[in-house]
């Protein structure tokens, strides 16, 4: 491509095959990949990105992501080498390509409390600010007190938790939209506790991963739902579990190609081996389908779908 100049651009490559870089296994080649390893890499290759008018993908742990299975021309930025970790009191400042897992026993070994939820969950912490990742009712961003991105004008800012709102699975940055933006690093707040009182929370945490499905997937396919229901006058919330929902629609074992609705979990869908990504999209919808046509309920994916 002319203006791409690659004597700007550190640890660039061509025509790099995604498929190795996501947990599902599936996906086709982009035009550019970049691992870059500093603020100024990262500005760089954001810069040339949109001078080029590239599409941008930024990719963590690959743990929740779905790449198509045609060629992108596009620009993968991979976060991975940018992943360090510095304690000060009961704060960390971490990197965005920082593994969420190595990062929550970090907290532990420091007797630091408040990350035992994300021992069991992959991918990195920008991945995981990006869309909340948790567990048992306790989600990364409640523990955010800065937040440093590139914004879509290249420019950096510096963010506190007063610029963003959260919820069960979402993050939103006030008036940015995130999917134009790169998560550079966090400063997470936790709190000082005993270390054998942090070793039990993180055993209880990952017991409950004991049954999760083995083998390759992006974790649960879908997002547990709300329905609002009005009784005697009266505004109940529901939660539905996508999985028992999935369940109870029979959905266990359906398969497109190589990809399957796992037989343990409904909600996650595994590729055995040869799955395409229109396998693993097919199925979803299909799921989806037929989880709607059966109860109206019209279940989102948790997995992000990019260039698709
Ligand atoms: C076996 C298994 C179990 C799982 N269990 C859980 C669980 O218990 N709870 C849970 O919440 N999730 C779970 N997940 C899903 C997944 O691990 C999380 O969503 C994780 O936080 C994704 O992080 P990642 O680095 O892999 O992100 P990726 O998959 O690389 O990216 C996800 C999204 O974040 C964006 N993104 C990534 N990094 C950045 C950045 N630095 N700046 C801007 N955008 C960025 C990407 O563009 C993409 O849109 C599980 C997945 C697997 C495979």
Avoid: W
């Avoid at 550079?184 to 993180?202: P, Q, S, T």
């Amino acid at each position: 491509m002319s203006g791409f100049n690659l004597n700007n651009l550190n640890n660039l490559e061509r025509d790099k095959d995604l498929s190795g870089l996501t947990s599902l296994g599936v996906g086709g080649r982009a035009e550019y990949y970049v691992e870059p390893e500093s603020i100024d890499d990262f500005k760089a290759a954001f810069k040339l990105g949109l001078e080029n008018k590239l599409k941008i993908y930024i990719l963590g742990g690959g743990s929740n992501v779905i790449f198509p299975d045609d060629y992108i021309k596009a620009l993968v930025i991979s976060t991975k080498k940018f992943n360090k970790i510095l304690f000060n009191d009961n704060n960390v400042r971490v990197q965005a390509g920082c593994s969420l897992a190595r990062l929550a026993a970090e907290a532990a070994k420091n007797n630091l409390s408040g990350l035992e939820f994300a021992v069991g969950i992959p991918g990195t912490v920008g991945g995981a600010i990006f869309g909340n990742a948790g567990a048992g009712g306790h989600g990364i961003a409640e523990l955010i007190s800065e937040l440093i991105i590139i914004d879509d004008k290249c420019e950096l800012k510096k963010l506190s938790a007063e610029d963003f709102s959260y919820g069960y699975r979402n993050f939103e940055i006030n008036n940015i939209d995130k999917n134009k933006i790169l998560i550079l690093e966090c400063v997470l707040k936790l709190h000082e506790a005993e270390r054998e009182l942090i070793d039990a929370e993180v055993k209880r945490y990952l017991s409950k991963r004991i049954n999760q499905p083995m083998g390759r997937s992006a974790g649960c396919t879908f997002k547990n739902t709300e329905i609002k229901k009005n009784n005697n006058n009266e505004n109940n919330e529901i939660n539905l579990s996508a999985g028992k929902l999935l369940d109870e629609c029979g959905c266990k074992g359906l398969e497109c190609g190589d990809a399957i609705v796992s037989e343990n979990h409904a909600n996650f869908i595994l590729n055995r081996g040869r799955a395409r990504s229109e396998d693993i999209i097919n199925l979803i919808k299909i799921c989806q389908e037929r989880v709607f046509n059966r109860t109206g309920v019209m279940l989102e994916p948790e997995i992000k779908f990019m260039a698709l």
